[in-house]
Nanobody, 122 residues
Framework: QVQVVESGGGLVQAGGSLRLSCAASGRTFSTYAVGWFRQAPGKEREFVAARSWGGDMTLYADSVRGRFTISRDNAKNTVYLQMNSLKPEDTAVYYC???????????????WGQGTQVTVSS
């Protein structure tokens, strides 16, 4: 079983920054991928970014490319999402998830965290 826990959400003004953390445990993750998704009220969950655990491959949604960066700390089994130049439309619950391969689809991810709220005020 894999446990995934997000942290780091909060309230920030437009143009500000936040860093989300995703701590994973329960399995060796060298062949897995970790993704970040978000869901705003009344909208479907959408892909934000993903990173292969054992390599350097990354994927980003067009809406966040150049503003968000996904990185990892292998020693801590933790993946980070650095979010800069935040906009009000980035407001959502952000979820971390683990997949057997690098992917954008929600259905490709098997293990999910409980989510952390990010609110960007204008």
């Amino acid at each position: 079983q894999v446990q995934v826990v997000e942290s780091g959400g909060g309230l920030v003004q437009a143009g500000g920054s936040l860093r989300l953390s995703c701590a994973a445990s329960g399995r060796t993750f060298s062949t897995y991928a970790v993704g970040w998704f978000r869901q705003a009220p009344g909208k479907e969950r959408e892909f934000v970014a993903a990173r292969s655990w054992g390599g350097d491959m990354t994927l980003y949604a067009d809406s966040v490319r150049g503003r968000f960066t996904i990185s990892r700390d292998n020693a801590k089994n933790t993946v980070y999402l650095q979010m800069n130049s935040l906009k009000p439309e980035d407001t959502a619950v952000y979820y971390c998830a683990v997949s057997r391969g690098l992917a954008r689809a929600v259905s490709s991810y098997d293990y999910w965290g409980q989510g952390t709220q990010v609110t960007v005020s204008s």
